[in-house]
């Protein structure tokens, strides 16, 4: 960072881009109550001592990554998603306790930045509150507070700088379901929902869109081009599995689309995953 600092000042482009980096929330060691909040121990003094100087003296923002869908339980779903409850927000609480931990070091002056943050559209059952209503919920709650200006219980009377990911679903990222999931858009260009940034006729034809999800599983063997049928619970429709090239392709049917549609849609889909494939009903 001090390297492209110093060639930004040299080009006299020093006051026009600031240099920075995002940190996990993984920086934390203490977070509750965020009045309590510091980093890490032996984090605190040898990295983030420095890395906050710097930005003190670039006058650049401390950047974090709060996700709050891997926080959630039934229990705190109200709290995350910024609905009424009897406590705080959970994104606020995130942003107090690191601005505690700042503080706890000197740099309470530091502008703080959320450089990502986002939810799901779909993910594993054993997850909460992971699927497109809210996703859109927690996404546009988000807009609506951190540009309001009411700040946090620690920081009030403020607005945050807000990164939202991401702007497309990626299907082939690795990882847990809900990874590759966090669009706001599908590859396909069509919209995952709709957080009130859409034109009117995008967002009314983008509530009638019906989609078929295709995943893929990691675990698949290396019998390539086997077309199996799979039996699934009796509220989903049955699905066809095909692998291609030892890697299993599932689609997964919304029980809500028309025949017509869903063949449309789903054979539009799952021609990405190969160039042979078949799609069934």
């Keep these: 960072m001090q390297t492209l600092q110093t060639s930004f000042v040299a080009a006299s482009l020093d006051g026009q881009i600031r240099v920075s980096t995002p940190h996990s929330l993984g920086i934390l060691s203490n977070s509750t109550p965020p009045s309590t909040g510091k980093f890490r121990q032996g984090y ?4 983030l001592k420095p ?8 006058n650049s923002p401390f ?3 709060p996700y709050p869908v891997f926080y959630c339980s039934p229990d705190t779903l109200d709290y995350t998603l910024f609905r009424p409850n009897a406590g705080v927000f ?32 779909l993910g594993d059952p054993i997850q909460v509150g992971v699927d497109a209503e809210t996703a859109a919920e927690y996404n546009g709650n988000l807009i609506r507070h951190v540009t309001s200006g009411v ?14 990911i991401a702007l497309f679903d990626e299907h082939l990222k690795p990882g847990p379901t809900c990874e590759r999931y966090f669009g706001l ?4 260009l069509t919209p995952a929902y709709d957080i009130g940034i859409l034109r009117p006729t995008v967002a009314a034809a983008a509530a009638n869109i019906q989609h078929a999800t295709c995943l ?31 890697k299993q392709r599932l ?30 009903l």
């Excluded at 890395?51 to 670039?58: G, K, M, P, V, Y």
């Excluded at 601005?99 to 959320?114: P, Q």
């Design 90 to 121: 959970r994104p606020n609480a995130h942003l107090d306790t690191v601005y505690s931990a700042m503080k706890l070091l000197g740099f309470d002056d530091l502008d703080i930045v959320i450089a990502e943050t986002g939810w799901p559209s």
């Design 63 to 65: 950047m974090v990554n």
């Design 185 to 188: 858009f599908r590859p396909d």
């Design 251 to 280: 689609c997964l049917l919304e029980m809500s689309a028309d025949e017509n549609g869903l063949r449309r849609n789903i054979e539009h889909e799952c021609s990405s995953l190969s160039p042979i494939h078949e799609c069934k």
């Design 216 to 246: 893929l599983a990691s675990e698949a063997r290396d019998d390539a081009f086997v077309t199996t049928t799979t039996p699934v619970p009796t509220t989903t429709p049955s699905y066809q599995m095909r692998r291609y090239d030892g």
């Design 44 to 47: 605190d003094t040898h990295v």
């Design 151 to 164: 700040g946090t219980p620690l920081m009030p009377n403020r607005t945050f700088e807000t990164y939202i």
């Design 51 to 58: 890395l906050l100087s710097f930005r003190r003296d670039t």
